[in-house]
């Protein structure tokens, strides 16, 4: 009978752990409200990234006087929106009122990651091709691989900045104080700061977010509509701007938004596919050239990604040529050799550590890509700097910009040389990664890391010994998996340490730091 | 006269949930959750049919748990593999993985501390592959497995026999082999306590039944990344695993060392992501099945407590799992360990 009572004791304290509720520990630095730094009140006078002329090409209607009877209006119905919160007003508040750049950064990065998986074959052995025109029908479009999350990043984060110079210049130009001095019975529920605050930099960054988002992933429309209009509302019932604030950031993001998208639709990305002729063609001059030529490892046999991308165009370098490495080691070479026989070793006994790094980096289908990884690193930085926007949006600025400079110069090089991987040229080579789908020379990851750690620890510059180590770590983690030799990994972090340092020669001479 | 039988319901042993699938930029996972639950289910359930036999003064339809003082110890092998998978409700196969197969060694063994109180362990090793593709296979000690079974029902009607049990199980990995590498990891990482409820039937002509109800709670389990998309992006090392609701019904035979059972189970996890179109399975994935299996168990007298298993099962239906066949055969070894002088028959 003992057991019987034991037993139900052990049943019941079952139940207990059964019934619990299981919980994840987030690892994210949370975006909440905080009191900026400082807030650079003279970044009107910076140099955009790209909209050299905003003060001629842009403009801002005069606001009306704060005395006058509508803005008056607008006061007390800003009072009025902000005196009584719902809990998810409230929520939206707090969310949207700590670091908008950053929120709409995290929110690219989910975009990115949910439309990065590359899409599956037909019956007929042929792969689909996403389509801009028709992003509906599968396979949808976009697929966000790595070098388009670079570029949507790049474009947000450009024109996020750009943006937001332009909301200073005019800021200072028209210096409407926030409402809360105007009329101290509005309470601001976020922290405060010393911006004017017409136009609304909250919108501003909305609008321009919106617009360029919807472009890059067209079926994700209604929820960035919807995530916009709560970022302007939180706006009204935080107490922080009124309505025509609000009015005139919007049509200020779109016009900026205009400007690069212009750029976006003509900047090479359309072709960057590339066709079955120019496969062949790449395919051929590789052979003619070097003695091999890059082979895809899937079944069926899918076209290489994006074999023309190193022909987009690029934001601070000045073209791929110049940032072109030479040729890795030749197969049959001795260094080839010990570089396969590493690769090999690390396959064949792998350590905890190895393992670990290969998985820590893989970024691979499903996730927010190498380019987004940069990016969460960038943010956790930026909030632990309790940056304002115009500064949060100039790192994401220069971070994304060598982000793309640096896919676009590796991509070209990955085609202009062709190299196979690993696991094509290594007799029975398995892998503990999968093998991506395009040239092994050089490495993406490692052309990418660099970059952005050159960027951040210019930034940043008390972190910049541990960006280079995340960098280094990060190229070799490509090796442990078995899908790049060393080569393509040294070489790479040198190229993409190169290109950071373009980026940050502009950065130098914007006046912000 | 030793009349060694084994309850062993196949299904249990089954690596049942490899979930494969691929991906341009490869990867995968294989979905072995429960298995170590359903491992110490089987070891249970082995062992305790086996002391039943056991004794000569009783017979086989007294009941299946092992007597004080008896240790069974078993040592299965099976090998199961799968060439197509559910992508979601979406059955495919995966010309980057081709074949997934997976074989299983498994040392588990029951002692019976008290007439109606078994102790249970197993310990498997497993090592998977794939004969397509370039990605590697994996293989190790999976996860430690230890339980505890009660006999809290004990019912003579007639010449049949009603019996029921309760069964505490918990499983942890014993190694640090990595889950997220599925459909190729052997196993799913998580420490599970399941809770499980046996109803057994026997009649005296050998004719049996056994239905079976059991739910897992599995904890968390730890990535080596601190991101993942599971319908939207988390930024965690951990991965939420869903509990596991499972059921399973077998009719048998078993008479003069001989037994033959049929058997019908259900997996069902509750909650979880679907692998979205052509994208990797996540551990945690919604990972659902029914299966088929036998299982052919014969001792032979002048081997006195050796006996040998053949058994085999076959996914039916599923979601986020692959259709896998298995095969398996082993051998059994039953012996008083202690408590002798109860035992005067064999």
């Given at each position: 009978?003992?057991?019987?009572?034991?037993?139900?004791?052990?049943?019941?304290?079952?139940?207990?752990?059964?019934?619990?509720?299981?919980?994840?520990?987030?690892?994210?630095?949370?975006?909440?409200?905080?009191?900026?730094?400082?807030?650079?009140?003279?970044?009107?006078?910076?140099?955009?990234?790209?909209?050299?002329?905003?003060?001629?090409?842009?403009?801002?209607?005069?606001?009306?006087?704060?005395?006058?009877?509508?803005?008056?209006?607008?006061?007390?119905?800003?009072?009025?929106?902000?005196?009584?919160?719902?809990?998810?007003?409230?929520?939206?508040?707090?969310?949207?009122?700590?670091?908008?750049?950053?929120?709409?950064?995290?929110?690219?990065?989910?975009?990115?990651?949910?439309?990065?998986?590359?899409?599956?074959?037909?019956?007929?052995?042929?792969?689909?091709?996403?389509?801009?025109?028709?992003?509906?029908?599968?396979?949808?479009?976009?697929?966000?691989?790595?070098?388009?999350?670079?570029?949507?990043?790049?474009?947000?984060?450009?024109?996020?900045?750009?943006?937001?110079?332009?909301?200073?210049?005019?800021?200072?130009?028209?210096?409407?104080?926030?409402?809360?001095?105007?009329?101290?019975?509005?309470?601001?529920?976020?922290?405060?700061?010393?911006?004017?605050?017409?136009?609304?930099?909250?919108?501003?960054?909305?609008?321009?977010?919106?617009?360029?988002?919807?472009?890059?992933?067209?079926?994700?429309?209604?929820?960035?509509?919807?995530?916009?209009?709560?970022?302007?509302?939180?706006?009204?019932?935080?107490?922080?701007?009124?309505?025509?604030?609000?009015?005139?950031?919007?049509?200020?993001?779109?016009?900026?938004?205009?400007?690069?998208?212009?750029?976006?639709?003509?900047?090479?990305?359309?072709?960057?596919?590339?066709?079955?002729?120019?496969?062949?063609?790449?395919?051929?001059?590789?052979?003619?050239?070097?003695?091999?030529?890059?082979?895809?490892?899937?079944?069926?046999?899918?076209?290489?990604?994006?074999?023309?991308?190193?022909?987009?165009?690029?934001?601070?370098?000045?073209?791929?040529?110049?940032?072109?490495?030479?040729?890795?080691?030749?197969?049959?070479?001795?260094?080839?050799?010990?570089?396969?026989?590493?690769?090999?070793?690390?396959?064949?006994?792998?350590?905890?550590?190895?393992?670990?790094?290969?998985?820590?980096?893989?970024?691979?289908?499903?996730?927010?890509?190498?380019?987004?990884?940069?990016?969460?690193?960038?943010?956790?930085?930026?909030?632990?700097?309790?940056?304002?926007?115009?500064?949060?949006?100039?790192?994401?600025?220069?971070?994304?910009?060598?982000?793309?400079?640096?896919?676009?110069?590796?991509?070209?090089?990955?085609?202009?040389?062709?190299?196979?991987?690993?696991?094509?040229?290594?007799?029975?080579?398995?892998?503990?990664?999968?093998?991506?789908?395009?040239?092994?020379?050089?490495?993406?990851?490692?052309?990418?890391?660099?970059?952005?750690?050159?960027?951040?620890?210019?930034?940043?510059?008390?972190?910049?010994?541990?960006?280079?180590?995340?960098?280094?770590?990060?190229?070799?983690?490509?090796?442990?998996?078995?899908?790049?030799?060393?080569?393509?990994?040294?070489?790479?972090?040198?190229?993409?340490?190169?290109?950071?340092?373009?980026?940050?020669?502009?950065?130098?001479?914007?006046?912000?730091? | 006269?030793?009349?060694?039988?084994?309850?062993?319901?196949?299904?249990?042993?089954?690596?049942?949930?490899?979930?494969?699938?691929?991906?341009?930029?490869?990867?995968?996972?294989?979905?072995?959750?429960?298995?170590?639950?359903?491992?110490?289910?089987?070891?249970?359930?082995?062992?305790?049919?086996?002391?039943?036999?056991?004794?000569?003064?009783?017979?086989?339809?007294?009941?299946?748990?092992?007597?004080?003082?008896?240790?069974?110890?078993?040592?299965?092998?099976q090998s199961s593999s799968w060439t197509e998978y559910w992508e979601g409700t979406l059955k495919r196969e995966n010309l980057n993985l081709g074949e997934v197969k997976t074989q299983a060694l498994?040392?588990?063994?029951?002692?019976?501390?008290?007439?109606?109180?078994?102790?249970?362990?197993?310990?498997?090793?497993?090592?998977?592959?794939?004969?397509?593709?370039?990605?590697?296979?994996?293989?190790?000690?999976?996860?430690?497995?230890?339980?505890?079974?009660?006999?809290?029902?004990?019912?003579?009607?007639?010449?049949?026999?009603?019996?029921?049990?309760?069964?505490?199980?918990?499983?942890?990995?014993?190694?640090?082999?990595?889950?997220?590498?599925?459909?190729?990891?052997?196993?799913?990482?998580?420490?599970?306590?399941?809770?499980?409820?046996?109803?057994?039937?026997?009649?005296?002509?050998?004719?049996?039944?056994?239905?079976?109800?059991?739910?897992?709670?599995?904890?968390?389990?730890?990535?080596?990344?601190?991101?993942?998309?599971?319908?939207?992006?988390?930024?965690?090392?951990?991965?939420?695993?869903?509990?596991?609701?499972?059921?399973?019904?077998?009719?048998?035979?078993?008479?003069?060392?001989?037994?033959?059972?049929?058997?019908?189970?259900?997996?069902?996890?509750?909650?979880?992501?679907?692998?979205?179109?052509?994208?990797?399975?996540?551990?945690?994935?919604?990972?659902?099945?029914?299966?088929?299996?036998?299982?052919?168990?014969?001792?032979?007298?002048?081997?006195?407590?050796?006996?040998?298993?053949?058994?085999?099962?076959?996914?039916?239906?599923?979601?986020?799992?692959?259709?896998?066949?298995?095969?398996?055969?082993?051998?059994?070894?039953?012996?008083?360990?202690?408590?002798?002088?109860?035992?005067?028959?064999?």
């Amino acid at each position: 009978m003992k057991f019987k009572y034991i037993s139900l004791t052990i049943m019941a304290l079952s139940l207990m752990v059964f019934a619990c509720e299981k919980e994840l520990e987030i690892e994210l630095n949370q975006a909440d409200p905080y009191t900026f730094a400082n807030t650079d009140r003279n970044g009107g006078n910076w140099d955009p990234a790209f909209l050299d002329d905003f003060k001629t090409a842009l403009s801002v209607a005069s606001p009306a006087a704060t005395n006058s009877s509508s803005y008056q209006a607008e006061l007390a119905a800003l009072k009025t929106a902000s005196a009584n919160l719902t809990p998810d007003q409230e929520k939206a508040v707090n969310y949207w009122g700590g670091n908008a750049v950053v929120r709409w950064n995290e929110i690219a990065r989910e975009m990115a990651a949910k439309y990065n998986v590359p899409p599956a074959s037909n019956p007929d052995g042929t792969y689909g091709v996403p389509s801009a025109a028709n992003p509906g029908v599968y396979p949808f479009f976009p697929f966000a691989n790595p070098p388009y999350a670079a570029r949507a990043f790049a474009y947000l984060s450009a024109a996020q900045f750009d943006a937001l110079i332009a909301t200073w210049h005019f800021k200072e130009q028209f210096k409407r104080p926030a409402p809360s001095i105007t009329d101290p019975t509005i309470t601001l529920r976020l922290p405060k700061n010393d911006l004017p605050s017409y136009p609304s930099e909250d919108a501003v960054v909305a609008a321009v977010a919106t617009d360029l988002l919807i472009f890059l992933f067209p079926l994700e429309k209604d929820l960035i509509l919807a995530k916009a209009e709560e970022h302007r509302q939180s706006r009204l019932w935080a107490g922080a701007n009124t309505t025509s604030d609000l009015q005139a950031g919007d049509a200020l993001g779109k016009a900026v938004a205009a400007k690069f998208l212009a750029r976006a639709k003509s900047d090479g990305m359309g072709k960057a596919g590339g066709s079955k002729a120019i496969y062949d063609s790449l395919a051929n001059a590789a052979k003619q050239k070097w003695g091999w030529n890059w082979v895809s490892l899937e079944t069926p046999a899918r076209p290489g990604m994006l074999p023309m991308y190193g022909r987009v165009k690029p934001w601070c370098i000045p073209n791929v040529e110049t940032v072109r490495p030479g040729p890795p080691p030749l197969p049959g070479s001795p260094k080839f050799a010990g570089e396969a026989a590493e690769v090999k070793r690390w396959q064949e006994k792998p350590t905890a550590e190895s393992r670990r790094i290969a998985n820590f980096w893989a970024d691979g289908p499903s996730t927010y890509t190498p380019p987004g990884h940069w990016n969460r690193i960038a943010s956790d930085l930026i909030l632990q700097n309790k940056f304002n926007l115009l500064r949060t949006a100039r790192t994401f600025a220069y971070v994304n910009m060598s982000l793309q400079d640096a896919g676009i110069s590796c991509w070209d090089t990955k085609y202009h040389y062709h190299t196979p991987r690993p696991a094509t040229a290594i007799e029975g080579l398995k892998t503990l990664l999968g093998t991506p789908n395009f040239p092994s020379y050089t490495s993406g990851h490692s052309t990418f890391s660099a970059a952005a750690a050159t960027v951040l620890g210019y930034i940043f510059p008390d972190q910049a010994a541990k960006m280079e180590q995340f960098a280094k770590e990060a190229s070799e983690s490509r090796i442990y998996g078995g899908i790049h030799y060393r080569s393509d990994c040294e070489v790479g972090l040198q190229v993409g340490k190169k290109i950071g340092e373009y980026s940050n020669a502009v950065a130098k001479k914007d006046g912000a730091q | 006269m030793l009349k060694c039988c084994i309850l062993f319901n196949p299904s249990t042993f089954q690596p049942f949930n490899f979930s494969g699938f691929f991906h341009s930029l490869f990867n995968y996972f294989v979905v072995e959750k429960q298995r170590n639950v359903r491992l110490l289910a089987a070891v249970l359930t082995i062992c305790t049919m086996h002391l039943a036999t056991a004794s000569f003064a009783q017979t086989a339809t007294d009941g299946f748990i092992m007597e004080k003082g008896r240790i069974c110890i078993a040592l299965p092998y099976q090998s199961s593999s799968w060439t197509e998978y559910w992508e979601g409700t979406l059955k495919r196969e995966n010309l980057n993985l081709g074949e997934v197969k997976t074989q299983a060694l498994m040392p588990m063994a029951a002692v019976g501390i008290l007439n109606n109180l078994n102790v249970l362990v197993g310990l498997p090793f497993f090592k998977t592959s794939a004969s397509a593709g370039s990605m590697s296979g994996h293989q190790g000690i999976q996860d430690l497995a230890l339980g505890l079974k009660y006999r809290a029902l004990n019912l003579g009607l007639g010449e049949s026999k009603l019996e029921g049990f309760v069964t505490g199980m918990f499983s942890t990995p014993a190694s640090n082999y990595y889950p997220d590498f599925l459909p190729l990891s052997i196993g799913l990482g998580s420490t599970n306590l399941s809770a499980r409820g046996t109803l057994h039937y026997q009649s005296k002509m050998g004719l049996y039944g056994t239905a079976q109800l059991g739910w897992t709670r599995r904890s968390n389990i730890k990535l080596e990344r601190n991101y993942y998309y599971e319908n939207g992006g988390v930024y965690s090392s951990e991965m939420i695993m869903p509990n596991v609701l499972d059921y399973n019904a077998n009719l048998g035979f078993y008479k003069n060392g001989l037994r033959l059972e049929l058997g019908y189970s259900v997996m069902n996890t509750l909650g979880g992501p679907d692998i979205r179109r052509n994208d990797m399975p996540l551990p945690c994935a919604n990972m659902d099945l029914s299966s088929a299996s036998f299982l052919a168990q014969y001792y032979p007298k002048a081997l006195k407590g050796i006996g040998f298993m053949a058994m085999g099962s076959k996914v039916l239906e599923g979601r986020n799992v692959g259709q896998s066949t298995m095969l398996g055969g082993g051998i059994l070894y039953q012996f008083q360990a202690w408590n002798k002088a109860a035992k005067t028959e064999n």
